[in-house]
């Protein structure tokens, strides 16, 4: 069957299943609907450009998952999770409690931690018997949240519904509840009166324009204002909070579109190479700076570039002025800014104003150049310094690259400009000319799946992961400023390339894909995932990181995985029982490639039921037509 469709001759029959499979995914697709009552249709838009602008790439593709699904067409050495003839695994609902599960930030897990160094806040993730194997529920009248930029300003209710932070911050502008919405005013802890205005302040210091301050890492960041104001600069900003009494932190800001994740500052290192960030801030972050002996601005100083800034906005900066108000005595707080000067010296941190409450300081541009004011302080072991993966802060000082640590271009230029460490050798089996063609192979496979999803032009995408991100090839060929990548470079995948996406201008972090992901339910509109499943095949099991990727996918959201046919085939075999529908296609390049491109949608239901058999069972005519119509 396969060498009869890739011959370029067609018999009458193969063009009466052409045409079809084109009319059947079309009424396939239909039954899509959105959150806010307007058709998304995104299944039949997949569907449809699949199945309808080319013909052959659908036939084909489906055609070949029918000759490999039965026993004969499967490679001996190759065995299903299930029998080739059996009914795919069926996954229940969970409860509807769960609808905000966060496998490795428990609640409950969390209080039988230590509350030294915030290890209960951290990353504690379940036992293999004791992972939930249920789909994760959105919470009744969830609906799809409004485009950016609307959503920078607006959450729907339903979505997450808190209120704790609209009583709790009140008067700090953080959040309001206004009906069936929430509403963002931009203001924040330090920066009641807007985002914008603080980030003016910060302006007159910082060189936000002209593309030179790029990443900005945010420490407990709230509900991630910072970060929502900054992207209109062209600044991208990764910030972090923990899952703590403060509801909804890191769930508000994923809901506005803004990058983020759950995480602490505490016993155990970021989850970034060294040198990510050209800015690193803490608004009020209540981190003890001053505290374990400078151990929290070592580890600022280890993910910051050279020439890079750190601000400190809030105590004990201008503590002769605030201490009333900050409920702390005059000494308490002057010792803990000279313990923050002190380390900043030893860091040969310059210190470059000091603006009422906000202190700015810039790291040693020249890390070769003498540092009078350090003390002997311990230097790090260099060996692997990419290797963060659950490894424990330390006490010393992260020594300067030896090789890639060379000027940055200003964004956007630094996107496509060969990175520092490529042409520096660094990264093994990468040169200039193996990375741009590297570049441009993702292009073309970009060019590929935009054909069959032209959505990925639109602002229909806001939130998109990248579980296997290499060089960070799919998030420059896919990059607008509509969108946001969250590059992962697995910690098993074979190069540590996650320095060279943050070089590119590009944000992601380091993660184990055997376990949960540190987000809420949810929060990714998008996921690609290139080679993840052969990555993984000998480390855990399909159908987990299936269900963390369901966890984790907004409804109606797409994913698109590139792998061998033969994995992709237990994939779709297995989504069946997921709600996902699916369309597997062939390589853009050759349908004889044995890598292909299987596109799902993840259906549309919530705990309260909606999203049943029944409603799928409407008619969809009208919709479909609406779709042609627009």
């Not at 296997?468 to 540590?496: H, Q």
Request: with cysteine.
């Amino acid at each position: 069957m396969a060498n009869k469709a890739s011959s370029g001759a067609r018999s009458p029959l193969s063009l009466v299943v052409a045409m079809a499979l084109c009319c059947f995914f079309y009424v396939l697709g239909a039954w899509q609907r959105s959150g806010y009552g307007k058709g998304d249709r995104i299944a039949a838009a997949v569907s449809r450009q699949t199945a309808c602008s080319d013909g052959s790439a659908a036939a084909e593709g489906l055609s070949f998952e029918t000759h490999h699904g039965g026993a004969a067409g499967i490679n001996a050495s190759t065995s299903l999770p299930f029998g080739a003839d059996a009914a795919p695994p069926t996954f229940a609902p969970c409860a509807a409690a769960l609808a905000d599960h966060t496998p490795c930030h428990d609640q409950d897990r969390a209080m039988k931690f230590p509350r030294k160094n915030m290890v209960y806040r951290e990353r504690h993730c379940p036992a293999d018997g004791e992972r939930l194997r249920c789909l994760v529920p959105a919470p009744p009248g969830y609906v799809t949240p409004f485009p950016w930029p609307q959503s920078r300003d607006y959450v729907p209710f339903a979505n997450a519904p808190y209120k704790s932070l609209t009583v709790e911050k009140a008067v700090q502008n953080w959040v309001q509840y206004e009906g069936s919405v929430f509403r963002f005013p931009g203001g924040g802890t330090q920066f009641p009166q807007g985002a914008d205005k603080y980030i003016d302040q910060l302006g007159s210091v910082v060189p936000f324009a002209g593309g030179h301050v790029r990443t900005v890492l945010d420490t407990g960041c709230g509900v991630a204002s910072l970060g929502a104001y900054l992207d209109a600069r062209g600044v991208i900003a990764m910030s972090f909070a923990p899952r703590d009494s403060h509801e909804a932190q890191v769930q508000f800001a994923l809901e506005r579109g803004v990058p983020a994740f759950i995480g602490v500052l505490g016993s155990v290192k970021l989850p970034f190479p060294p040198r990510s960030f050209d800015m690193a801030h803490c608004s009020r972050c209540l981190i003890p700076w001053g505290g374990n002996d400078g151990m929290y601005m070592m580890e600022i100083d280890r993910v910051l570039r050279p020439g890079g800034y750190w601000v400190l906005s809030g105590p004990p900066i201008n503590w002769k002025t605030n201490h009333k108000a900050w409920e702390r005595t005059e000494a308490d707080l002057s010792a803990e800014q000279q313990r923050i000067e002190e380390y900043a010296a030893m860091l040969c941190w310059e210190k470059v104003t000091e603006i009422r409450e906000i202190g700015i300081w810039r790291k040693q541009l020249d890390p070769s150049a003498a540092c009078p004011a350090r003390p002997p302080v311990r230097t790090c072991d260099d060996a692997n310094p990419d290797d963060v993966w659950y490894k424990n802060m330390e006490t010393c000082i992260t020594p300067p690259a030896t090789a890639g640590a060379g000027e940055l271009q200003p964004f956007p230029a630094r996107l496509t400009a060969v990175p520092p460490r490529i042409s520096a050798g660094a990264v093994p089996g990468f040169m200039a000319e193996s990375y741009e063609e590297e570049n441009r192979r993702w292009e073309r496979h970009v060019a590929a799946y935009k054909k069959v999803n032209y959505k990925l032009n639109s602002e229909r995408y806001r939130n998109i992961m990248d579980m296997n991100a290499g060089v960070g090839g799919f998030a420059a060929a896919i990059f607008s400023p509509k969108s946001w990548v969250m590059n992962v470079v697995p910690t098993a995948a074979e190069l540590s390339t996650l320095g060279v996406v943050y070089e590119r201008g590009l944000i992601g972090m380091y993660h184990d894909w055997c376990e949960a992901f540190s987000t809420y339910p949810r929060t990714y509109d998008l996921i690609h995932a290139n080679g993840i499943f052969t990555l993984y095949k000998d480390s855990c099991k399909m159908e987990d990181i299936l269900l963390e990727m369901d966890r984790i996918l907004r409804p109606e959201g797409t994913v698109i995985i590139r792998d061998d046919v033969e994995i992709l085939l237990k994939v779709q075999r297995t989504v069946k029982g997921m709600r996902w529908k699916t369309l597997l296609a062939n390589h853009e390049d050759s349908p004889n490639i044995p890598e292909k491109v299987l596109f799902a949608v993840k259906r549309y239901w919530t705990a309260g039921g909606e999203g049943s058999e029944e409603e799928e069972k409407t008619d969809s005519s009208s919709v479909a037509g609406k779709d042609s119509e627009e």
